[in-house]
């Protein structure tokens, strides 16, 4: 390491004990204070490890906020690594203390720096997932059942595997972390950064997150964030089920994988392994009981409309003069038609069953035209072509109750066929495409939402009909 700390002038170098990683690593200090993170492995890694530098530097042009790569070589140590250094402290120390809303936000940004990384693609060569995983699946049943330890209720777990490895077919291959959670993230200046990614590798990028059991254990609003940042919205179903099946291999492997770790290790994988029990209720349903489906956050707005840079939770009574913002979004075709959607009929609400545009509340980190186009998305189906949508009409709305919002109308010219939209369950459960005189007389006849949610309304339909 002496030729290192020579031709790079660092005057200090502080050894780091922490990680399971067979690297030695260091923190160094140039002379004008600069700190990096210096990593040394031995000479027969040279391969391992050039890959691993690459690998990095690529993940790093997509914007990643991780470890830098700054530069590799061979030293009279062997391979080394030079990154740069995170002035920062670890996500599993600090997230705890942070308030729900804003572990529920970190999620929300760690799941889109993941979806980010996943657009890697594997190479051409690699082996097709349904035989990969199976194959390794094999293997694993074939060590836990070997190690001589066995855990209580084993046989939901191994029923479960077996009942659905056809969910493996068909799944495409992109580059994965290898290790994402929260023990290999950081917080620097407020910013979420991704670390240790020696476990690199590539394969269906839904199996990343068998390690979300451990951000589960440490913060429910974390997790749940995690996955509705991956998938901007509520994970599909098929995902849980593929969840259910990842995690279930992985907590057959953590058995055997603590052995020689002693008993400690082994009590804490044999704890995990009833932790996923119940939250599968036995691996009989893929939706986990920490994952909070209901829960939603917003972005609490000043006077003027700007974020604050605060959190609130919906359903919880907002602050005096703290405002959120409400997205309505109506198409229009080219026969002077708008396309409405009736609201679910059994949500428990004064006004479930009546007929409305699309809409809802803009969720923490949208600006309004991404809230319009997930909301589209999400009730109907339907991708609008931003290109094509405009900001007819913003105002500031207060409700009797004293909540504060901003109402944003936005319209698109968008055409489809009704046999193109679908319906989200419990929100939505019809829709047609309308004149502006059938929808007036829909709201005198008190089919359509009265004129206090739409002010706008009798200037839209003028100004396009």
Request: proline share 3%; glycine share 8%; with cysteine.
């Amino acid at each position: 390491m002496s030729d290192i700390l020579k031709s790079k002038r660092f005057e200090k170098i502080e050894y780091i004990e922490k990680g399971w990683s067979r690297d030695k690593k260091y923190c160094v200090t140039e002379t004008n204070g600069i700190k990096y993170l210096l990593r040394i492995s031995s000479m027969d890694r040279y391969e391992n490890r050039k890959e691993l530098f690459g690998m990095l530097k690529q993940v790093s042009d997509l914007g990643t906020p991780m470890c830098q790569p700054i530069e590799f070589g061979t030293c009279d140590d062997g391979v080394y690594s030079l990154l740069s250094w995170i002035n920062g402290g670890d996500l599993e120390t600090i997230l705890p203390l942070l308030p729900e809303t804003e572990q529920y936000v970190l999620g929300l940004q760690s799941g889109k720096i993941l979806k980010k990384m996943h657009s890697i693609p594997a190479p051409d060569s690699q082996e097709e997932w349904f035989i990969r995983f199976n194959n390794k699946a094999d293997r694993v049943i074939e060590w836990y059942k070997g190690c001589g330890i066995r855990f209580d209720g084993d046989d939901y777990v191994l029923s479960y595997i077996e009942q659905n490895r056809h969910l493996l077919k068909n799944r495409s291959q992109y580059f994965q972390h290898g290790d994402y959670h929260t023990g290999n993230m950081m917080i620097e200046n407020d910013e979420l950064i991704i670390i240790d990614f020696d476990r690199y590798d590539f394969g269906d990028p839904w199996e990343e997150f068998n390690r979300i059991i451990f951000c589960a254990k440490l913060s429910h609003y974390f997790a749940t964030g995690q996955l509705r940042g991956y998938f901007d919205g509520e994970p599909p179903e098929e995902f849980f089920k593929l969840l259910t099946f990842y995690i279930s291999v992985n907590t057959l492997a953590a058995i055997p994988w603590a052995i020689p770790y002693g008993q400690s290790d082994v009590d804490t994988m044999m704890n995990q392994t009833q932790d996923v029990l119940a939250w599968f209720d036995n691996m009989h349903d893929p939706v986990p009981m920490w994952y909070l489906g209901g829960y939603e956050v917003w972005d609490v707005l000043d006077a003027d409309g700007n974020k604050t840079g605060r959190y609130h939770e919906r359903g919880k009574p907002m602050a005096s003069g703290d405002y959120h913002l409400v997205v309505h979004v109506w198409k229009h075709n080219g026969k002077g038609e708008w396309l409405i959607n009736r609201r679910a009929l059994n949500r428990g609400t004064s006004i479930d069953g009546y007929w409305e545009t699309t809409g809802g509340a803009a969720l923490v980190g949208d600006d309004s035209l991404t809230a319009a186009l997930r909301e589209a998305k999400e009730e109907l189906g339907l991708i609008l072509d931003p290109q094509k949508g405009t900001l007819f009409h913003r105002i500031a709305r207060h409700g009797d109750d004293g909540r504060t919002w901003f109402q944003d109308a936005w319209i698109f010219e968008h055409d489809c066929l009704l046999d193109d939209v679908h319906f989200q369950e419990n929100e939505t459960c019809d829709a047609m495409w309308a004149s502006a005189e059938k929808i007036r007389e829909m709201i005198k006849s008190g089919e359509f939402l009265s004129e206090w949610f739409y002010p706008y309304l009798n200037e839209m339909l003028e100004k396009w009909s």
